[in-house]
């Protein structure tokens, strides 16, 4: 009798230790790393510095993803990025270039169909030392990435008139509501809103809310909210302490994912991380490549840097990703050596040796 | 093709018209205009009583024809009775009628129904800021052109398979030539220098990519003007870090619908923004970032700024200008003071309280009011 009591009380305990020993098996946890075009390669360089300074228990293994055609003409990533990212189920990755008339779509659109990136998150937090208009800003944006206004559907009716259809699945919509929720749960966040306009869009959003609704029956912990986007728009720009975490379809979700990135200083400096089915997720910096400044020894680590701490946290790395942001928004609020778009004209490799030699200090 | 086609658009609209080529009704009934007035819900019926009270002190003009439309009845009798009406009058003051998004997608939009109808495919709403009223920003004066009849609030959806449901986004070269035609020529006469278009275009390549190439070939045709264009999401970036970098935009009905509401958030809240929706010979006046405000209903702490200048406007477009400056003066001078700011502005003034003083403002400037 006793034994049987024993088991059933080790079993949960057994599960956690499997769960968490395929994080540590062998100590050390490989991420694809993808560094990118433009000032790619060198934030990746200062992100790897960094991660070395903190002893981060993480080894890099570099992938190129420059889309080729595989058999049948359909254009793909690379085979050995695909089997890397598969094996490793993490991924941190720098700016890619979207070629305007290559051919082949959008990197990034290719990266989401491959390992069905579902969900977008970006957390936005007010750093404190990089001053903007708003301060206090803590909300986190959850977009669905896969479907809806984005789906690429588009038709020429007749000439002149053009149809670009938005579809939304019943499926996707539950899938986004539920990690939205259990973002929320395991992030300790009080409230979920849905982001919508069905007032307009009856059917489509009216859809994407009800299953919202539905997932927030099982989530009674969590406040459930609906608001138009045209009132978070107003609110947002007014007093943007009113969000906690927000839930959408595709495009509004770019459109205030962008707002809110703007509210905390642009995308030099917001994270980003997809997460996709199978437990994949890519972490990246959403900035562009800027090819100006590229191999100059300019550009700004920051946002690289923020998702690879969101990566960090994700793979239960805590002290480690909190090490890491400490010593960055420490640097940042010192305002001693910062890069040029922070206000401050260090190079790159200063930025990241002065976070470097922070991090070596909180030790 | 393009040339022609720009050219044929600005033949059909002939020249000698006013600013907004919308033919003004004619004054009837001795010089007294009749405007229809829909009250809407929520803050609309006491808003719109406002303006007639005010109109009624400063003596203007203008009769109201009061159209009342039920948001809650099934059938559509009510929208089209307002239709009528405004085809009737040739223009319209009105409130936001309510739409409840519990309902079956058969019950449309009232809103959205008489826009269509009526083909108001401008809206117009110029956002300023106002000394006085403490925002983030300042020094921001962007007027926005939004599409108002396409794109995607063709309420156009349906369900094929269970658990997926398509809804269209149209595009038509027409309505986008029309739209950015209305912009050029209202940023013309307006002496603004720049033209933003604001599409999606590198993702809906075939229909934003027609919009932005309607409003490319339009912009030949100005050529005093700078056009350029800038993609949705940088744009709300931009706007939220440096919104005094714009000066005209135009842009199709759902980003419209986004950008105004942002940019009324950077001048201070949807209290102090007029809207105005233009088509070939109907004009609707309403507030900008179209507030139903049911939670602060009937409690005189709604800011009748937004409708008293959406008046204004409705004054300006009836030929009434000098009634139109008296009272907006007076409501700027109001606004500026702070101590009377309502709730929405950080302050605890009531909109009664707001009206008189603009009521006394005009008294005391003005020659044309009613001895009480």
């Known amino acids: ?363 | 093709m393009s040339i022609r086609s720009v050219r044929s658009l600005s033949r059909a609209l002939k020249p000698g018209l006013d600013a907004r080529h919308i033919r003004p009704p004619p004054a009837r009934y001795g010089g007294r205009h009749t405007v229809t007035l829909i009250p809407g819900d929520g803050i609309g019926p006491e808003l719109v009583s406002h303006v007639s009270e005010l109109f009624r002190f400063c003596c203007v003009p203008v009769d109201f024809e009061v159209v009342a439309v039920d948001s809650t009845m099934d059938s559509e009798d009510d929208i089209n009775n307002a239709i009528m009406a405004i085809r009737r009058n040739g223009v319209a003051l009105k409130g936001n009628i309510e739409t409840n998004h519990n309902l079956p997608p058969s019950f449309k939009s009232r809103n959205n129904l008489l826009r269509t109808t009526l083909d108001l495919y401008a809206n117009v709403m110029h956002c300023r800021s106002v000394p006085g009223v403490r925002t983030r920003h300042k020094n921001i004066d962007i007027m926005i052109i939004r599409e108002n009849t396409e794109g995607e609030y063709s309420s156009l959806e349906h369900e094929n398979v269970p658990g997926v449901v398509e809804c269209l986004k149209i595009i038509t070269r027409t309505k986008s030539l029309r739209i950015a035609d209305f912009a050029f020529r209202t940023a013309r006469e307006k002496g603004r220098s720049r033209v933003t278009a604001v599409h999606k275009a590198n993702i809906m390549k075939l229909a934003d990519g027609l919009f932005l190439e309607c409003c490319k070939e339009v912009a030949s045709g100005y050529p005093e003007i700078n056009f350029d264009s800038m993609i949705v999401d940088n744009t709300t970036m931009q706007l939220v870090s440096r919104p005094q970098q714009f000066d005209v935009m135009v842009m199709p009905n759902l980003y419209g619908n986004v950008v105004s509401n942002v940019c009324a958030g950077l001048v201070g809240g949807p209290g102090l923004v007029p809207g105005a929706n233009f088509g070939e010979d109907y004009a609707v006046f309403e507030t900008g970032t179209r507030n139903t405000g049911k939670s602060i209903a009937n409690r005189n702490t709604a800011n009748p700024t937004a409708m008293l200048l959406a008046s204004c406007l409705l004054l300006d477009h009836l030929k009434l200008h000098a009634y139109a400056s008296m009272i907006r003066r007076a409501i700027l001078s109001t606004v500026t003071e702070t101590g009377l700011h309502t709730a929405d502005l950080g302050g605890r003034g009531s909109t009664s309280e707001v009206v008189q003083s603009i009521m006394n403002a005009i008294q005391s400037t003005g020659p044309l009011t009613l001895k009480t």
């Open chain 1, 1 to 363: 009798m006793s034994s049987n009591v024993w088991r059933s009380m080790l079993s949960p305990v057994i599960r956690a230790v499997k769960r968490s020993s395929s994080s540590f098996s062998r100590g050390i946890q490989t991420v694809t790393l993808i560094p990118g075009d433009g000032i790619g390669p060198e934030i990746s360089c200062a992100v790897m510095k960094i991660f070395e300074a903190a002893k981060a228990p993480i080894a890099w293994e570099e992938r190129n993803v420059t889309a080729i055609k595989g058999p049948g003409g359909k254009w793909m990533i690379p085979p050995d990025a695909k089997e890397s990212m598969d094996r490793n189920k993490i991924g941190l990755k720098g700016p890619l270039k979207t070629p305007i008339a290559a051919g082949h779509p959008s990197m990034n659109l290719l990266l989401r169909k491959t390992f069905d990136l579902y969900a977008n998150v970006r957390p936005c937090v007010s750093i404190e030392g990089y001053k903007t208009p708003y301060t206090d800003v803590n909300l986190v944006t959850i977009r669905e990435n896969t479907e809806g206004e984005y789906s690429g559907i588009e038709h020429v009716i007749v000439d002149g008139v053009v149809q670009s259809i938005k579809l939304i699945t019943e499926d996707a919509s539950r899938r986004i509501a539920e990690y939205a929720f259990e973002y929320a749960r395991n992030n300790q966040r009080n409230s979920v809103t849905a982001v919508h306009k069905a007032n307009i869009m009856r059917m489509s959003d009216g859809l994407f809310l009800r299953k919202c609704r539905e997932v927030a029956e099982n989530f009674k912990d969590i406040k459930f909210t609906e608001m138009y986007l045209d009132t978070v728009c107003l609110n947002m720009v007014q007093d943007p302490t009113q969000f906690d975490v927000l839930v959408m379809p595709n495009l509004y979700g770019d459109i205030l994912s962008d707002l809110c990135a703007g509210l905390i200083g642009g995308l030099g400096v917001t994270p980003s991380g997809n997460i996709g089915a199978n437990g994949v997720a890519i972490f990246e910096s959403v900035h562009g490549t800027a090819p100006d400044i590229a191999g100059l020894d300019m550009a700004n680590p920051t946002a690289l840097l923020l998702s690879a701490v969101m990566m960090l946290r994700h793979m239960g790395l805590h002290a480690h990703g909190q090490k890491i942001q400490t010593a960055c928004f420490d640097t940042i609020r010192d305002k001693k050596v910062l890069t040029k778009d922070l206000g401050g004209n260090s190079k790159c490799s200063e930025f990241t040796a002065e976070i470097c030699r922070r991090v070596q200090d909180l030790e």
